[in-house]
């Protein structure tokens, strides 16, 4: 009989299936192999979340353009927030573009679990798929917002740094990272505590006004400084700034240290997430 | 390689139930106790672990078994009896508590068909979500797709999302793309208790078509037919326990034999629920010759069933079911005490004794089980239960007497038929008889 060459993570060695000891693995090989349940899970929610909207993916550029609109009036206008010496609007629109891919993909992680739920209690696979799974679709929109974000600095003729080529990527990374870290968190304690579900807008917000979205980083003391980088977005955010609209030197220590607490935030969420998962299909 | 494609041995899976001090299901308690140990609370959940207060309630109890290569396995038990967590553990949904299981070969499970399927999307699209997660790569997914369609019979709507479907194309399209998983261990639940009677014709050729591809599944199923068509032995779940283990044929009637002896009468009292508080069903039992309850019927004189019933109120139709079950779950018969008997069923409140009788030689030699079932017409049914008591006919007729007790098969007495035969060629003349 030909046998195909689907059902992955399963080899010659037979599988032996017995109480886990009581350190997780990152099980990475696994998930590698599961890449493309991975692929066709964020194909999914791509599809389906535009399903029956008039804009459709449109709705990806609207939502960072409104929110630059209205964060303009509020504290460019209004306020008065100082702008380290570039408009206002692209001045929040830099901020904004990673942001609110962090605010999506980590919120809609932390949900994805439950609303998952149906897979968790019929079918196996490594369940770290569920929440990487908005974390990775949330790039596609977050490219989109970028290319405005490009747009409306040619519109105010503001040239990036050279450096934003290396810069970029690694902000990326620590932004992924970071995202998927709370994402695992929240999701494994979501699906126990449903209260996490009711916690999660008012995290978003909260973090919101830890990050340097709506203000600089200038207005941030000295030093504070440091201890506010430990908040991953601070560094990614500022570093987007710097390299991107050149509003001052790329503060490097401040980068270093909230790639650095992304980095622990996604290790110590996946290992968190790997060492509950065994009871998911119990308490689902 | 092994002889074996799934070694099981002590397998057991323990839950802990309803123990408050040690559930946090709401914030102040997580607040209060999570934080000093945030992984302390799932521990207390996957069980066998310490801990104050908490029954545990053991799913599955030291369950061993062994499945060869290619081999068919059924699993058969009642509702709560283990089956499925027993799937959930070899399928690695949950983890076991206690034991270990080894298995040889890419294993597949299909605990439900249509795992995954959206609503919104397409049922193309669904088919490469569904067979992705069912653990299929995108290449086998299309080198498949229109045998899969063509199985499911969706040509035409496979562009079509799929909430616009019918039930039964939904049902259709999800259970042909697991039909084509083709893992080396298959593990599957139920899922032929699902769709139209066409379809679940369809389903079972397609399930001995695997069976009979050398490979080997492990198969859960309330469907005593489809368990002795398709497997060629059978474990017997109860409790969390196994408690049989043999050939289909006789696991199916272990199972059904299990729990009851041959049983002449039963009586019902108030909660028991066998019905309510304007009709209840009292005493089902079985007589042959005069007024005393047997378990034992000669199978040459007649017999009834009675079943006897208390109304409180009145009721302008009140019909009487029997249904006899032979040991192999099938159905042998079901009638009503207003088709055999008196038509429309008025009641008055009383004390009603029903009789159902059955002629000579009407079954044949072997274990019968008798349910009993009431009918409001078109409105409810007050109670109903199938196999309330079990008896057994006895062989007793001369004719047969020269071969074994279940030589003639067959639940209809093998006397039942009037036989005839007639001389075509050669004689002038046809006879009659013998």
Known sequence: MQLHDAAPGVGREPLVIEPAGRFPRLGARELWAYRGLLFFLVWRDLKVRYAQTVLGAGWAIIQP????????????????????????????????????????AFSGASQSLVTNTNLITKIYFPRLVIPFAPVVGGLVDFAISFVILLAAMGYYRIIPSAMAIVLV?????????????????LSALNIKYR?????????????????????PMSVVPKRFQ???ALNPMAGVIEGFRTALLR?????????????????????????????TERVFADVA | MSAYAIQASGLGKSYRLGAKSERHDTLRDLVGNAIKAPFRNFRSIKAGSSGPAGELFWALRDVSFEVKHGEVLGVIGRNGAGKSTLLKVLSRITEPTTGRAVVEGRVGSLLEVGTGFHPELTGRENVFLNGSILGMDRAYIERRFDE?????????????????????????????VAAHLEPEVLIVDEVLAVGDAEFQRKCVGKMSEVAGHGRTVLFVSHNMGAITKLCQRAIVMSAGQKVYEGTARDAVQAYLAAGAQDLAEREFSDDEGMGDDTVRLRRVRVVQDGDEAVARVDMMRPFAIEMEYEAR??????????????????????????????????????RYVVRCEL???????????????????????PWGRDRLLRFEVEQTSPQLARYQTGFYHGSMGPLLPRWSRRQLAGGATGADGR
């Open chain 1, 169 to 185: 990527p690694l902000l990326m990374l620590a932004m992924v990272l970071t995202s998927a870290g709370v994402g695992c968190w």
């Open chain 2, 313 to 350: 109120t009145r009721f302008p139709e009140l019909d009487v079911h029997m249904v006899l079950h032979n040991d192999e779950g099938d159905y042998v018969l079901q009638s009503t005490l207003s088709l055999g008997g008196e038509g429309l069923t008025q009641t008055a409140p009383g």
């Open chain 1, 195 to 215: 209260d996490i579900k009711y916690i999660v807008p008012f995290i978003v917000q909260v973090w919101l006004y830890i990050s340097p979205v709506a203000y």
């Open chain 1, 247 to 275: 509003t001052g030197a790329v503060p490097w220590p401040m980068i270093a240290f909230s790639l650095a607490s992304g980095i622990v935030l996604f290790i110590t969420g996946v290992l968190y997430f790997r060492s």
């Open chain 1, 65 to 104: 353009v409104l929110t630059m609109v209205i964060f303009t009036l509020v504290f460019g206008r209004f306020a008065g927030v100082p702008s380290d010496g570039v408009p206002y609007p692209v001045f929040s629109l830099a901020a904004l573009v990673p942001w609110t891919y962090f605010s999506t």
């Open chain 2, 148 to 176: 899969i369609v063509e199985f499911a019979g969706v040509e035409r709507f496979i562009d079509t999302v799929v909430k616009r479907y019918s039930s039964g194309m939904y049902l259709r399209l999800a259970f042909a």
């Open chain 1, 226 to 228: 440091l201890l506010y």
């Open chain 2, 359 to 381: 002629p000579a030689g009407a079954l044949n030699a072997g274990h019968y089980w008798v349910g009993s079932h009431g009918q409001e017409p078109y409105i409810r049914w």
